[in-house]
C-alpha cells in the first residue's frame, strides 16, 4: 500500500503542545476522510480524530477541547494541533487515509497508514 507520512512528534512537558503533520507522497488525498490514530506500549490502537472531505470533524472524548484536526487538500496535507499534552497522550501517532469520503472512527476502515510518529509527554 502507498505510504502515508508523518512528521512533527517528539518529546515535551505535561501541557505542552505539539503539531504533527501527514503528508502523502506521490498520491492526493482525493474525496477521502483523513483520520489520526494513536497506539502506547501494552496498548490497542485507539481512535483520536478524523476529518472527512468537507471537514466534518470527529474527536475522542479524551482529546476534546485540546487537539484540532485540519486538512489542507490542496496540499494533501492533514495536521493535528496538540495543546495541553497529558503523559497519558505519550504514544505513537499514525496518520491514515479512510476509502471513503465520509467520517470514519475505525481503523477497519482506513486503507493507508504511515509510520508513525512518537510523542512522549513527561510530568
Known amino acids: 500500500q502507498v505510504q502515508l507520512i508523518e512528521s512533527g512528534g517528539g518529546l515535551v512537558q505535561t501541557g505542552g503542545s505539539l503539531t504533527l503533520s501527514c503528508v502523502a507522497p506521490g498520491r492526493t488525498f482525493d474525496m477521502r476522510a483523513m483520520g489520526w490514530f494513536r497506539q502506547a506500549p501494552g496498548r490497542e490502537r485507539e481512535f483520536v480524530a478524523s476529518?472527512?472531505?468537507?471537514?466534518?470533524?470527529s474527536y475522542a472524548d479524551f482529546v476534546k477541547g485540546r487537539f484540532t484536526i485540519s486538512r489542507d487538500n490542496a496540499k494533501n496535507t492533514v495536521s493535528l494541533q496538540m495543546n495541553g499534552l497529558k503523559p497519558e497522550d505519550t504514544a505513537i501517532y499514525y496518520c491514515?487515509?479512510?476509502?471513503?469520503?465520509?467520517?470514519?472512527?475505525?481503523?477497519?476502515?482506513?486503507?493507508?497508514w504511515g509510520q508513525g510518529t512518537q510523542v512522549s509527554v513527561s510530568s
Open positions: 476529518i472527512s472531505w468537507t471537514e466534518t470533524t
Open positions: 491514515a487515509q479512510s476509502r471513503s469520503a465520509l467520517l470514519q472512527t475505525t481503523a477497519e476502515n482506513y486503507q493507508f
